[in-house]
């Protein structure tokens, strides 16, 4: 299948090879900002803007890799000419636009999906088949904390999505208030206030090396992953550690290919339409509720 790029020509050039793998092939890329020097793929169309990419004859999709204040027109543009959408978080900055992509991709009978490809790790797939089964019991707690090996972006929320994710993914019930104190760096803290449960978000940049840490409590015992690193400390049962060869910081193609797969099965009509989604419409309202209450010093927003 055909799809158009519209993004940093950087990301189009560590990205095509997976599409490719996948079964995807960018034809048509609309850079984003200044040329560079990264190569591009060979015999690929090379247009001026999204409205000349999209239309481009023969496309069935459309990948876009811009920054959150940006993609959702973007995204939506696509949509609405018939292709399906494959997007990096964070792709919209409020629930406003995440509900008109969301209707948009149902007017037009097409798929929405964004990347999120830490999930595919096999330490995060272990922690959920662990929450799956009830070891910790009814969740009460949450934490997780990202080193990030670079400067903090220019919007937080590329930073944020992904620790956000992971704690909704833990708690697994919605969030009901936020607290945030310095959400576009160097340090981010997030409270993220649900029912019967507290979740923490911590993300600290210019590390030495990138991690992740996962911590979630309940009645019945403690899950934690620390890099590559599950323990589990559940009642009735011994301490175990087990561990896995990568952590779920790692940049693994074959996790990006995985996730490429079920946008596959998605545009085949082999999986439901949106089911990519998982938790992104709570990711956002956290992100923009974090940085209302960081800027106003709220105790609590509610959402």
Aim: with cysteine; net charge neutral; charged share 20%.
């Amino acid at each position: 299948m055909k799809g158009a790029f519209i993004g940093g020509r950087s990301a189009l050039s560590s990205l095509a090879g997976v599409f490719a793998a996948a079964g995807l092939e960018i034809s048509a890329f609309c850079p984003d900002g200044a040329a560079g020097a990264a190569p591009l793929p060979r015999g690929l169309r090379l247009l001026g803007s999204a409205e000349e990419l999209f239309a481009e004859p023969g496309l069935g999709f459309a990948a876009v890799s811009l920054p959150a204040g940006r993609a959702a027109p973007i995204v939506e543009l696509a949509l609405r000419r018939g292709l399906h959408a494959v997007c990096e978080p964070p792709f919209c900055a409020s629930t406003t636009e995440f509900e008109s992509l969301r209707a948009a991709a149902g007017e037009a009978g097409r798929s929405l999906f964004p990347l999120q490809p830490w999930e595919r790790s096999p330490v995060l797939r272990a922690l959920e088949k662990a929450l799956d089964r009830g070891l910790a019991g009814e969740i009460n707690y949450a934490c997780v904390q990202e080193l990030a090996a670079g400067p903090p972006p220019a919007e937080p929320a590329a930073a944020l999505w992904r620790p956000l994710a992971l704690l909704l993914s833990s708690v697994r019930r919605p969030p009901l208030a936020v607290a945030a104190r310095n959400p576009a760096g160097p340090a981010a803290a997030i409270h993220a206030h649900f029912s019967g449960a507290d979740g923490f978000a911590h993300v600290s940049f210019n590390a030495a090396a990138p991690r992740l840490k996962v911590s979630v409590s309940g009645a019945g015992g403690r899950l934690e992953v620390d890099g590559g690193l599950l323990r589990l400390d559940v009642a009735g049962a011994p301490r175990e550690e087990v561990e896995f060869a990568d952590g779920p910081a790692a940049a693994r193609p074959d996790w990006l290919a995985a996730e490429l797969a079920d946008f596959r099965k998605e545009m085949d009509g082999g999986a439901p339409r949106g089911s990519g989604l998982r938790n992104a419409r709570y990711c956002v309202k956290l992100i923009r509720n974090s940085l209302y209450s960081a800027s106003v010093k709220s105790a609590a927003v509610p959402l």
